[in-house]
């Protein structure tokens, strides 16, 4: 048989599918389980969004659409972009793609040329890890544990800038940590970067929408504006919006770069569908209730999950102000046994938790960070106080 690519061979599963797919089948032998490991929202777009797409299917033109996206959606994620704060851009700053992984793809393949460097902070959403290998980047990770609240320092970030990676790439608000970098804490970043001119800089903001706490979003290029040359902002309608199988994601960065992501989608996709357009544009630029509503919902169930969680003695869980996942430090429970069990680590960890409790969480390694565990709280309302218990009776249980 004739061989594959190696680039191929580089490509992993992901780790996160691997630990869903256990609890499915578990669920399939009739197991009463609880997941907290997928992190998809819990809920579906508002009626408009249905609204625009049924009248897009009344009038489809069935052809071939603009490779950069079309106007009306560039326009609305313009307008979108503005409320965040990031003004004076324009359609030839923006693309739309086939979600924000492939924006981040194609990103990746316009930067990286085999054996460039790329620098993100760990815990990282395994997705960086597994793309920069198929495209094969060198990988500098900067390790931010929980004593760090999960968080890049200045000092560290300046460090790994002096070794000049071809590209910087920052999450935030943070899959999987769910922490959120205040203000002041980007504009110390920004300061950094902007002594570093040789690097391009990803933000992927997907979670821009999901804040809480009063806490704002900010972006480098709010601090620093000669950085406009050399970011590029990365967002996604998949959590905000309920939309993650619409598969719509969205980038804003210097022309340049917006058009070589361009002639890659005219060889990879050309565009994405004429309905999911228009579904986009009514979720960017229609009534904004369904968000507002969940990240409220989302606070809420922050505040329940973060209630059990400190009350566990030996457990350090930095508290999250966004997205929909925290990140708890579970390094108390290595080298302690679950009624004869042994736990080592985070991935016998959250097998043990699955077969003893039913309950799914993602090992943290999945993310480079292997003395934590990921859990994902957008599971439906009663089960998130069910999941909760049988965690702490879980730890209770350890000897
Ligand atoms: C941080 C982060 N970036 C990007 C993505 C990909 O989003 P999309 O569904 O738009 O491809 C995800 C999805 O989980 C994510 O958590």
Redesign the pocket.
């Known amino acids: 048989m004739p061989q594959l690519a190696k680039r191929v061979g580089r490509a992993k599963p992901s780790a996160i599918m691997a630990v869903a797919e256990k609890a499915r089948k578990l669920k399939a032998e009739g197991r009463d389980i609880v997941s907290f490991s997928i ?1 998809v929202p819990n809920f579906l777009p508002g009626e408009h969004v249905y609204a625009a797409a049924r009248e897009a299917l009344a009038r489809d033109s069935g052809q071939y659409g603009s490779n950069r996206g079309s106007e009306a959606l560039l326009d609305a994620f313009l307008g979108h972009m503005a409320k965040l704060g990031l003004e004076g851009y324009r359609r030839e700053n923006c693309v739309v793609a ?7 793809y194609n990103l990746f393949e316009a930067m990286l040329d085999e054996g460039d460097e790329i620098a993100f902070p760990t815990p990282y ?1 395994t ?1 960086y890890l597994d793309i920069a290998e198929i495209v094969g980047a060198k990988i500098r990770l900067l390790p931010c544990g929980s004593e760090q609240d999960y968080k890049l320092t200045p000092a560290q970030l300046d460090e790994a800038l002096s070794h000049k990676p071809r590209v910087f790439l920052f ?1 935030n608000p ?2 999987p940590t769910g922490m959120v970098y205040t203000p002041d804490e980007v504009k110390a970043l920004a300061a950094v970067i902007a002594k570093h001119p040789d690097t391009w800089v990803i933000t ?1 903001d ?2 821009n929408r999901m804040l809480f706490d009063g806490i704002a979003y900010s972006n480098f290029v709010q601090f620093e504006p000669s950085l406009r040359e050399r970011t590029v902002f ?1 967002d ?4 905000t919006y309920g939309m ?1 199988g619409w ?3 969205l980038m804003a960065g210097p022309q340049e770069v917006a058009k070589a992501v361009v002639t890659l989608n005219s060889n990879h996709i050309t565009n994405i569908p004429e309905i999911v357009t228009a579904a986009a544009v009514a979720a960017l630029s229609g009534p904004q209730d369904v968000p507002k509503a969940k990240c409220a919902e989302f606070a809420g169930k922050r505040d329940q999950v973060m209630a059990t969680l400190e009350s566990i003695p030996g457990l350090i869980c930095p508290r999250p102000q966004g ?1 929909f996942y925290v990140f708890p430090d579970i390094s108390c429970a290595f080298g302690k046994s679950h009624k004869g069990v042994k736990i080592d680590n985070d991935v016998d960890f959250c097998n043990v938790l699955l077969e003893a409790k039913g309950v799914a969480c993602v090992p943290g390694s999945a993310f480079g960070e292997p003395r934590s565990m990921r859990i994902s709280y957008t599971c439906p309302t009663e089960q998130l106080p069910v999941g909760l218990e049988r965690i702490r009776e879980f730890f209770a249980e350890l000897s």
Do not use: F
């Open positions: 992190g086939v979600g924000a992984k492939h924006i981040l959403w997705s999450n943070s899959n992927d997907i979670y990365v996604s309608l998949s959590k993650p598969r719509v994601g997205a």
